[in-house]
């Protein structure tokens, strides 16, 4: 079911008509109506980036364009835990018996290009590229693998592949990314810590955790100007932090069908001068949608929009998403 965005534009002449509004948006998210990219004013926002969506229930990497519509998907024989877009315009997937893998769109389906499903005894949680070839795919790739409580980097190939680096975690990894602002290594354990660090002395030279507040951690990104942003899943907060770990602010995803979510991915871009966190969660459960993306704005915390439906209907419950930069043509 959609909704004519007139009602946004037309309401009845309540004395405060911004109540009104709220109260709106309010019911008809609870009761499980669709909408499209919204800012809490009412205006439409221009649409989101496309996007790269790990689907949980048919271990599918779908993905969707900035209107909303399915461009083409890929099954994977297992969960579907990470993926980056990489600069040549394939995609580093980790996930499935194949671990980690590199895949090309090709002119009808995908095509994986090299894996590492020759690697035993790991369970890898996510992976990044840090380095690429000529042709901008990854010539060195950096993974988290929680069975062994490790970082470590390895050449991009199927055959014969090297550990050129590990470094053993005091916790499992859930994710790993490189910040941006330091090329040094980011990764969250399943302990809520969240470690920087430095590969080359192998030490860690930035961390927080329970000491700092924070309780369950579910994803964490650095920006390039050396703030943190962190997903709070008990709470279902987003916050923020500088390098001095002072918090910045804080927000409450708005419409939430429960208090708490359960798994959600952060990125950052950058469209039209302004730097954007997509926070991309799904919500365990109750009434109204369970999978939605919300675009806050990177240096105050204000949720400028949100969107909950594909050109098709609902999105399919998701345990990670991120936008396809490489597509849209946005900056980090």
């Not at 919300?294 to 105050?300: K, Q």
Request: glycine share 8%.
């Amino acid at each position: 079911m959609y909704v004519r965005t007139s009602i946004f534009f037309s309401p009845p002449r309540y004395q405060d008509s911004k109540k009104f509004l709220g109260l709106l948006l309010s019911f008809l998210i609870f009761s499980g109506v669709s909408l499209p990219l919204f800012s809490q004013t009412g205006q439409p926002k221009p649409p989101l980036p496309p996007l790269l969506i790990c689907e949980k229930g048919h271990n599918v990497l779908a993905h969707v364009n900035s209107h909303g519509k399915l461009d083409w998907d890929y099954k994977v024989d297992g969960p579907i835990l990470d993926v980056q877009p990489q600069p040549s315009g394939k995609f580093l997937v980790t996930g499935g018996s194949k671990n980690v893998f590199l895949l090309r769109k090709v002119w009808k389906g995908c095509r994986i290009l090299w894996d590492w499903g020759s690697l035993e005894g790991v369970s890898i949680q996510s992976a990044a590229a840090i380095d690429w070839n000529e042709e901008g795919d990854p010539s060195l790739v950096l993974a988290a693998d929680a069975k062994n409580q490790r970082l470590f980097l390895a050449d991009p190939q199927s055959t014969s592949i090297k550990i050129r680096w590990e470094y053993k975690l005091p916790a499992p990894p859930l994710s790993v990314r490189v910040c941006p602002d330091s090329n040094n290594f980011f990764t969250v354990l399943k302990d809520s810590s969240i470690l920087e660090i430095l590969y080359q002395e192998d030490k860690v030279v930035w961390s927080m955790g329970k000491e700092n507040g924070l309780h369950d951690v579910r994803d964490a990104v650095r920006g390039p100007w050396g703030n943190t942003f962190v997903a709070e899943g008990s709470e279902g907060l987003i916050l923020c932090f500088d390098p001095l770990k002072k918090e910045v602010w804080k927000t409450h995803l708005p419409f939430a069908p429960s208090s708490s979510f359960q798994d959600i991915s952060l990125s950052i871009f950058k469209k039209n001068g302004k730097r954007l966190v997509m926070a991309a969660v799904h919500w365990p459960g109750g009434p109204g949608a369970q999978d939605v993306f919300y675009l806050l704005n990177a240096e105050t915390g204000k949720v400028l929009g949100w969107s909950d439906r594909s050109e098709k209907g609902a999105y399919p419950p998701f345990r990670r998403a991120f936008p396809d930069l490489a597509t849209a043509g946005h900056k980090p």
